[in-house]
């Protein structure tokens, strides 16, 4: 059954908002998603187009923020990673999914991918996408299942952790202190 949903999160941290629609294709997943917010004093606003295998393994994402910043990050069938330029990027070798800092949606690329039994962790080297930059630089993450929808996600110098709870189709519903589900 294909899943077609539009799922808005409000950022706890920033104030911020995401509307983020899904749509699973025969060939593909693709997601569109519109985020604005503020930190500090400072509003923000990205746009995000996602591309990712039937299997929810990654492909590519634009990223343009409002301040015309753009990037563009992909990654080829075989493992390579390329920026917007198609250049090689390998300090992301052997990195599999990405971690975009302003959405939650990212949380459900590992989940859906390559699922765990309760009880199971897993470590994973990850793209991750800071806001300020748009650079991608690798990073290990750490999922638990705790429950059929509980996750602990831990970044693996241990400096942040959270469970995180998702609905039916892996989507995240509360991310204590980052993001909720709003209905």
């Known amino acids: ?43 923000h606003g990205v746009l995000y187009e996602m591309s990712l295998r039937p299997d929810w393994t990654f492909e590519s994402i634009l990223l343009q923020r409002t301040d015309g910043v753009t990037a563009v990050l992909s990654r080829s069938r075989d493992g390579g990673w390329f920026d917007i330029r198609a250049e090689t990027l390998p300090a992301l070798e052997g990195c599999v999914d990405i971690d975009f800092e302003m959405t939650p949606f990212t949380n459900t690329l590992p989940l ?3 699922p765990l039994a309760v009880g199971e962790t897993r470590r994973l080297r990850i793209a991750y996408i800071p806001a300020t930059t ?10 638990t ?21 998702v609905d039916e189709d892996g989507l995240v519903v509360d991310y204590p202190g980052l993001f909720e589900r709003v209905e």
């Open 1 to 43: 059954m294909a899943l077609r949903r539009s799922i808005r999160w409000r950022s706890l941290e920033h104030g911020g908002l995401e509307e983020c629609r899904v749509s699973d294709w025969i060939d593909s997943i693709k997601v569109r998603a519109a985020i604005v917010g503020q930190a500090g004093e400072v509003r």
């Open 112 to 114: 859906r991918r390559a």
């Open 134 to 143: 748009l650079e991608p630089y690798p990073a290990e993450q750490i999922y």
């Open 145 to 165: 299942r705790l429950e059929e929808r509980r996750y602990r996600f831990e970044t693996a110098d241990g400096s942040f952790t959270a469970d995180i709870g």
